[in-house]
Nanobody, 127 residues
Framework: QVQLVESGGGLVQPGGSLRLSCEASKFTLDYYTLGWFRQAPGKEREGVGFISSGDGSIHYKDSVKGRFTISRDIAKNTVNLQMNSLKPEDTAVYYC????????????????????WGQGTQVTVSS
């Protein structure tokens, strides 16, 4: 069974940075599209970006483009989310999830297309 564990969340001031990691066990991340999502209190879960298993391409939602970077560490079977220039509106629980889809786009990366999820890690951006 796919198991995902997120880490790296915490409290950071506006303009600061955090690096989240998503570690996979019992399977190889290369075989799946790996997405990052977030959910703020009272809001629906939304996509942040993903790395495709099809061609390794990386895609981001407009709200985080230029500030967030997704990368894969094959040796550690981990996918990272580097978040820079953080804003209070980035405050949310962040989740990683896997999908068997290979042709997703920024517009179609909805939670229902991802099958396995981590437990989430809290990111709070506040002064």
């Amino acid at each position: 069974q796919v198991q995902l564990v997120e880490s790296g969340g915490g409290l950071v001031q506006p303009g600061g940075s955090l690096r989240l990691s998503c570690e996979a066990s019992k399977f190889t991340l290369d075989y799946y599209t790996l997405g990052w999502f977030r959910q703020a209190p009272g809001k629906e879960r939304e996509g942040v970006g993903f790395i495709s298993s099809g061609d390794g391409s990386i895609h981001y939602k407009d709200s985080v483009k230029g500030r967030f970077t997704i990368s894969r560490d094959i040796a550690k079977n981990t996918v990272n989310l580097q978040m820079n220039s953080l804003k209070p509106e980035d405050t949310a629980v962040y989740y990683c999830a896997t999908s068997v889809r290979t042709s997703l786009t920024e517009a179609t990366m909805v939670p229902s297309l991802f099958q396995s999820w981590g437990q989430g890690t809290q990111v709070t951006v506040s002064s």
